[in-house]
């Protein structure tokens, strides 16, 4: 069912979604050749309990780590490890979630590891617009699905794929609440979009259109050729006037800071 958000609690979903996406951008930062992945869940999971916030996904249906660390051809929930060293030329995937006041946020990019080739630049480029055109459509009156289809319809006009696997979902006093946003489909269809809706909108795009795989650790997801893949997400809450990313624009913000 899905559940609408008082004004209230979307002030305080504001204030987690602001507060996480500050964190996981100053672990975004640290993505250099040499770091491991570990190394950036400490980190994170560090400034995460100093905030007053604990871990969303430490834990969470038995996921090992407070941060998922994906590399080149790993979709998403990469679980952290010591001997995972970066390298010049990795693209690495983030994605961190907190809860503070019984509330969620989530939140997700991926960002180049020194430099990386011009087709994963342009992968990246593309998954993040796929993210800004699905949060366009976010709308009072709209449907679930034509957030879904916004996204299928850029990421297939630039030459990539969407991982049809898994999907973004609403967000509040759970960490998976009900809509569910795949990531193609066509639109009009599902539920409607009303004043209050809260959702993570989530966004995977990959270089090939075969079916993702999960590794023997349970979680790792990997596109099916080896093949890259790129993952974006921001919390857009829908007002009366218009789509509000709660979490302020996380990748823009990485290159503020970045520059």
């Given amino acids: 069912m899905v559940k609408l958000k008082s004004d209230q609690e979307i002030a305080t979903l504001r204030e987690n979604a602001e507060l996480l996406s500050e964190i996981l951008v100053q672990v975004a930062l640290l993505a250099e050749p040499g770091v491991t992945t570990k190394h950036l869940d400490r980190l994170a999971e560090q400034w995460i309990r100093e905030a007053g916030a604990e871990p969303a ?19 998403l929930h990469g679980i952290p490890s010591d001997t995972r060293e970066l390298a010049e030329g990795n693209i690495l995937s983030l994605d961190l979630g907190l809860v503070r006041k019984g509330y969620y946020a989530d939140a997700a990019l991926t960002v180049s590891v020194g430099e990386t080739d011009p087709e994963a630049e342009r992968l990246m480029a593309v998954t993040h617009g796929a993210l800004q055109e699905a949060i366009a459509a976010a709308k009072i009156g709209g449907r679930v699905s034509d957030l879904a289809h916004a996204i299928d319809t850029y990421v297939r006009s630039h030459g990539f794929y969407v991982v049809r696997e898994f999907v973004g979902h609403g967000i509040g006093k759970e960490l998976h609440e009900d809509p569910q946003i795949p990531n193609f489909g066509p639109p ?43 993952h974006y997400e921001e919390m857009v809450a829908v007002t009366v006037n218009g789509p509000e990313i709660l979490t302020r624009g996380v990748w823009e913000e990485y290159w503020r800071k970045k520059m």
């Fill in 57 to 75: 996904f430490l834990g969470y249906r038995g996921y090992p780590a407070s941060l998922c660390a994906s590399v080149d051809e790993e979709i």
């Fill in 188 to 230: 009009g269809q599902g539920a409607k979009l009303a004043e209050g809706l809260v959702v993570a909108v989530e966004v995977m795009a990959k270089a090939d259109d075969e079916p993702a795989d999960i590794r023997d650790d349970g979680w790792t997801a990997v596109t099916g050729s080896g093949s890259l893949s790129a």
